[in-house]
């Protein structure tokens, strides 16, 4: 028997306790270390869109403190379950529901990022988005981020790309995405669960994939009084994180 699951609600609810499991590749650590060792020791961190907390626990381990703004309660309960397993960590993270530009926190923060964050941004959300940002950083503070790139419009037919075993379980993710123009796409996902060979359940996620370019993303920076100031994605020569198009700011 197989299990269609609506996602409507919760876009990423029915996948939350796969996600560790299925999109973390090959080069997660390298990009979990660009984001940790931003984090200033001993200063506080604003984390928007934190997902399962990967991130996370990497910046809190040097931060004081981080605060997290996180719209998907499946997301928020993995998170909170590994924070229930870190009691050296948990005093020192915030989890909120909520999602950016509305966000008035009341206070400033040293450092705030996005991790996987902006291809669900809509190009004109962009710039509201980087000003209520600048608006948590305090004099000084670092914004960093992925996904500024001049990549084209990926476009491919259904193709798994990743799977995982547990136990006598094997989950497995497939991926299918249709060019819509020419900074965006369709994603649709797939996760499949199988036990002992057997197909039991199959959740798909459609999503709109927002591409960033790099001059357009520069340019509404600026428009709030940020500064670029180092990232993959405005390098001049080519870094291990070129493919995710790593950005790093100052106000």
């Known amino acids: 028997m197989t299990l269609t699951a609506s996602t409507a609600a919760d876009p990423y609810g029915v996948v939350a306790a796969h996600w560790d499991h299925l999109h973390v590749g090959p080069r997660s650590a390298a990009l979990v270390s660009f984001f940790a060792d931003l984090a200033p020791p001993g200063g506080h961190a604003l984390e928007i869109g934190p997902g399962t907390g990967r991130m996370t626990l990497a910046v809190a381990e040097r931060a004081?403190?981080?605060?997290c703004l996180e719209p998907s309660p499946g997301m928020r309960a993995v998170l909170m379950t590994k924070l229930a397993g870190r009691p050296d960590l948990r005093h020192r993270v915030t989890v909120l529901?909520?999602?950016a530009p509305d966000f008035p926190l009341d206070r400033r923060f040293d450092y705030v990022y996005l991790a996987a964050v902006l291809q669900d941004v809509p190009p004109q959300a962009r710039r509201p988005l980087f000003a209520g940002l600048a608006g948590h950083l305090a004099p000084g503070g670092v914004l960093a981020m992925d996904m500024v790139t001049d990549e084209d419009v990926p476009d491919h037919p259904e193709r798994e790309v990743r799977s995982a075993h547990q136990g006598e379980c094997r989950y497995t993710l497939s991926s299918a995405v249709r060019p819509l123009g020419p900074d965006l796409a369709g994603v649709r996902r797939v996760y499949r669960t199988y036990h002992r060979d057997t197909l039991v359940a199959t959740e798909t996620v459609d999503c709109d994939y927002h591409l960033h370019r790099p001059a357009d993303v520069?340019?509404?920076?600026?428009?709030a009084g940020l500064t670029a100031a180092g990232g993959s994605a405005v390098a001049g020569e080519a870094t291990p994180l070129d493919d995710k198009g790593t950005l790093i700011a100052r106000l």
Do not use: M
């Open 218 to 223: 520069l340019a509404d920076l600026r428009a």
């Open 64 to 67: 004081a403190g981080v605060h």
């Open 97 to 99: 529901a909520g999602a």
